[in-house]
């Protein structure tokens, strides 16, 4: 489980570029996520909006879908990156989290970051405790 923790800051990396790549005309809120798989490998997400407002779709579920589609191993590290929200540091929506759930169990971690590097991390089992899951 130590390695995950290292890996946080290279996720945070990837996070922090793929928010630089966010497309975001109509709220300007960037946000950049990346997740770090059980082979190591790191897939970047980037806040994608549209004109017609539902079909946005979040940095982190970008990742985390991207992950399945290249099949690059289960998620371990869930990063994303964002300005904070009500002087709170900005975590993950539930529908994120309930995808994270799915793909990466309740040890997946998620490591988050403001725009001027203060990071906080929990445990998904912990963040996400009360949604569904999948029956062990
Ligand atoms: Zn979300």
């Not at 800051?9 to 809120?29: E, I, K, M």
């Not at 399945?68 to 300005?83: D, I």
Request: aromatic share 4%; proline share 5%; charged share 20%.
């Amino acid at each position: 489980m130590e390695w995950l923790h290292k890996r946080c800051p290279d996720a945070l990396t990837s996070a922090r570029d793929a928010r630089g790549r966010a497309y975001v005309p109509y709220s300007g809120f960037r946000m950049g996520a990346a997740v770090v798989t059980d082979s190591g490998e790191i897939l970047p997400g980037a806040l994608v909006e549209n004109v017609s407002l539902g079909l946005a779709m979040c940095a982190e579920r970008v990742a985390l879908f991207s992950a399945v589609a290249t099949a690059a191993g289960k998620p371990q590290v869930l990063a994303l990156v964002a300005k904070r929200t009500n002087k709170q540091l900005t975590f993950p929506c539930g529908a994120c989290l309930q995808v994270a759930l799915e793909l990466g169990g309740h040890d997946l971690i998620v490591v988050v970051s403001d725009t001027k590097g203060k990071t906080d991390q929990a445990r998904i089992g912990d963040l996400a405790a009360r949604l569904p899951h999948k029956p062990n």
